[in-house]
């Protein structure tokens, strides 16, 4: 019986064609044609433009305040239970993130939300889910130190619960480790779909920091979200492609440099281009 490597060699030999180095044969990449690209060799006004958008859609400081400090509070409390199980029987808490908009440094002006994921090491029933919304309300209710939450909501929600202070909302979505998914009871235990989207925000969030941490690229992600917000054909997109689109067109270029911004913001509008939807995307949402 011939080996796999003796019987590679034996065709190379047979076959001259097949000699030497393999060349890996690219797909067409629009990234590759940047400098071929028709961009103004003045581009001050789009740039400026750009700028100009982005400072309208970031949050101003009293609201990254507000919300930090509801963030804050509820990431406290549930830290505590970390610390101390004692302090609450219903669940046993593995780790708390901070995911989504709030914490990349991407959310949209007029959208107050913060992202939180709780994994659980055992099984998030609904029961326990309840009790927890009730124990981090009672502890932000009867804080002594500071009477701000006195009239917060906490609501059950399908992926966990909210907690509502005036205009600001904290989403806590309740997961269990990745080993234990496959003993989800649907009647019983929070629905699976939402504990996998829950797990992957972690993911997303961790490449987020890797790859996508660059200061044009958040400008041109928070560009997008809006253009997402106000145009039918964007609104396909989710955060993560967003993240994934806006990281795609500011990070690959030939030079292996981010582009400038208005460089970046180009080479989507070509992108639209080159796959014949510019006609629908730009479509206003009536």
Not at 11 to 18: D, I, T
């Given at each position: 019986m011939v080996g796999r490597g003796h019987g590679r060699q034996s065709?190379?030999?047979?076959?001259?064609?097949?000699a030497g180095q393999f060349i890996q044969q690219l797909p067409f990449d629009i990234a590759l044609l940047q400098p071929d690209l028709a961009i103004?060799?003045?581009?001050?006004?789009?740039?400026?433009?750009?700028?100009?958008?982005?400072?309208?859609?970031?949050?101003s400081s009293d609201s990254q305040h507000a919300l930090t400090n509801l963030n804050n509070g509820i990431c406290e409390i549930l830290d505590n239970i970390i610390i101390n199980p004692s302090i609450f029987e219903s669940a046993q808490l593995e780790h708390i993130h901070r995911v989504g908009s709030f914490k990349m440094g991407t959310w949209l002006n007029g959208s107050c939300i913060a992202d939180l994921v709780c994994v659980l090491r055992t099984l998030p029933t609904r029961e326990a889910v309840q009790n927890l919304a009730n124990f981090v309300r009672s502890q932000l209710t009867t804080n002594k130190s500071s009477t701000e939450y006195i009239n917060c909501k906490v609501e059950l929600e399908s992926y966990g619960f909210s907690v509502t202070s005036g205009d600001y909302v904290v989403q806590v979505l309740i997961t269990t480790t990745p080993m234990n998914l496959n003993k989800v009871d649907p009647n019983i235990h929070i629905n699976l779909a939402a504990q996998k989207t829950a797990l992957a925000s972690i993911r997303h969030l961790r490449w987020t920091e890797e790859h996508a941490s660059h200061p044009t690229v958040k400008v041109l992600t928070r560009i997008l979200k809006d253009f997402r917000r106000r145009f039918r054909g964007f609104s396909c997109l989710n955060s993560w492609l967003i993240n994934l689109l806006a990281q795609y067109a500011v990070m690959n270029s030939p030079q292996c440099q981010p582009l400038p911004l208005n460089h970046a913001f180009r080479e989507c509008d070509q992108w639209n281009c080159c796959i014949s939807v510019q006609s629908t995307t730009l479509k206003p949402v009536s």
């Open positions: 065709f190379r030999r047979n076959n001259p064609a097949h103004p060799a003045d581009d001050q006004n789009l740039l400026q433009c750009l700028l100009n958008q982005h400072a309208q859609l970031t949050p």
